[in-house]
Structures are given as structure tokens and as C-alpha cells.
């Protein structure tokens, strides 16, 4: 089975400084795993994804997440976060022999001024 | 690549309606997927196809649940005898099946049940 735990419902930062969004997860065979962007009255996009390849992934709007197999984590960073920042955001999970994704219950993101 | 498209963005029924929500995925997606909403949720699963073949339906999606794709395109979802815990909103996705490739939302129809 698959899970998905992301370990902060809100986070709360100051516009420039760093933003990080952390996520474990579980899964019986090797996953793939994403951070999916929402928002508000918005659909989700995708920010990242990471399929096996490097562990340290760059996604846009100059996020990024390393996946630690060791720690069964892939936490979400960025050095210096933007007023556009504010939304929430997802992690998810999957494998090539489920076809099914599994989301995080999703990380509300505030930047104040 | 013009992206999902669904439609409508908000519908608002009494409870005992019957409503239809149209998906439309990207075109060389063979896969589609539909995910339900709430505030403050995550997206919640609830059936995907691949092509015109539906695989997967949640426990979550009750005998008053259906969904179709017809023709391995466009994909509806209707909701029989609307009740106010259907109000969501309710999200398409598809994607390739090549590799774990990612899913491409839609932005999604709300529904609100009076």
C-alpha cells in the first residue's frame, strides 16, 4: 500500500526567506513521487516530480526537493519565498503497477510582507 | 496541448437532482482520472480509466456514482439524487501511461447542494 503524510497543514514565512514543506511517505515498490501547486479557485499544477532518475529534483518558480530513500522522505524547499508563493501544496505518490496517486492532505502556505 | 478542460466550473442543484460533470483530457492522454475536494482536503480518488476502460473505482463512490468514457476521449461523471455531502469540488485528470507521467488537472467543477 501507499501513503502519503505531509507533516505541517500550514506553514508561515516572511517574504524572503526560506520555505521548506516536508513529506513522508510509504510504498511496497519503488515510487514516484510529485508536489503539486493549488490556488485558490485554482486546478493543480504540477511543481516537480521525481521518477528514479537524481535524487535532488528543480522544479518551477525556482522550488526544488531531494528524495531521501533512507528517511522515505522528499521534502520541498526554496531559498527565498515570493508574495505568488501563497497556496497550498501537495505531495504525492505513485507507483508504475498501481496507476493510482495518492495525495498528502495538502501544507497551506502564508507569506506575510 | 490545450490542456483539461471541464465543464461546468459551478453548478448549484437542490438535493434529489441528478447532475453531469463533462470531462475533456488532453488529447494523447489515454489515461483520465476524477478526484473529489473538500475544504482544507486533499484530492480524494474516486475512479480512473484508461482509454474507454474504467479500472478502478474507490470505496468511496456510492451506487449513486457513475462514470463513463465512452469512446476513450472525453469522460463524464453524474451524480444521482444529490445529497449536501456531495458538495465538492470535483476534479478531472489525465495523463500518459508511460512511465509514472504526472497528472494534468483541470480546474475543476464545484458543486454546492442546497
Known amino acids: 500500500a501507499q501513503s502519503v503524510t505531509q507533516l505541517d497543514s500550514h506553514v508561515s514565512v516572511s517574504e524572503g526567506t526560506p520555505v521548506l514543506l516536508r513529506c513522508n511517505y510509504s510504498s511496497s515498490y519503488s515510487p514516484s513521487l510529485f508536489w503539486y501547486v493549488q490556488h485558490p479557485n485554482k486546478g493543480l499544477q504540477l511543481l516537480l516530480k521525481?521518477?528514479?532518475?537524481?535524487?535532488l529534483v528543480k522544479g518551477i518558480n525556482g522550488f526544488e526537493a531531494e528524495f531521501k530513500k533512507s528517511e522515505t522522505s522528499f521534502h520541498l524547499t526554496k531559498p527565498s519565498a515570493h508574495m505568488s508563493d501563497a497556496a497550498e501544496y501537495f505531495c504525492?505518490?505513485?507507483?508504475?503497477?498501481?496507476?493510482?496517486?495518492?495525495f498528502g492532505a495538502g501544507t497551506q502556505v502564508v507569506v506575510t510582507p | 496541448d490545450t490542456g483539461v478542460s471541464q465543464d461546468p466550473r459551478h453548478k448549484i442543484t437542490k438535493r434529489g437532482q441528478n447532475v453531469t460533470f463533462r470531462c475533456d483530457p488532453i488529447?494523447?492522454?489515454?489515461?483520465l482520472y476524477w478526484y473529489r475536494q473538500t475544504l482544507g482536503q486533499g484530492p480524494e480518488f474516486l475512479t480512473y480509466?484508461?482509454?474507454?476502460?474504467?479500472?478502478?473505482k474507490s470505496r468511496l463512490l456510492s451506487d449513486r456514482f457513475s462514470a463513463e468514457r465512452p469512446k476513450g476521449s472525453f469522460s463524464t461523471l453524474e451524480i444521482q439524487r444529490t445529497e449536501q455531502g456531495d458538495s465538492a469540488m470535483y476534479l478531472c485528470a489525465s495523463s500518459l501511461t508511460v512511465g509514472n507521467s504526472p497528472l494534468h488537472f483541470g480546474n475543476g467543477t464545484r458543486l454546492t447542494v442546497t
Open positions: 488529447s494523447e492522454h489515454n489515461r
Open positions: 504525492v505518490v505513485t507507483t508504475d503497477s498501481w496507476g493510482k496517486f495518492q
Open positions: 480509466f484508461q482509454n474507454e476502460a474504467q479500472l478502478e
Open positions: 521525481y521518477t528514479s532518475a537524481a535524487t
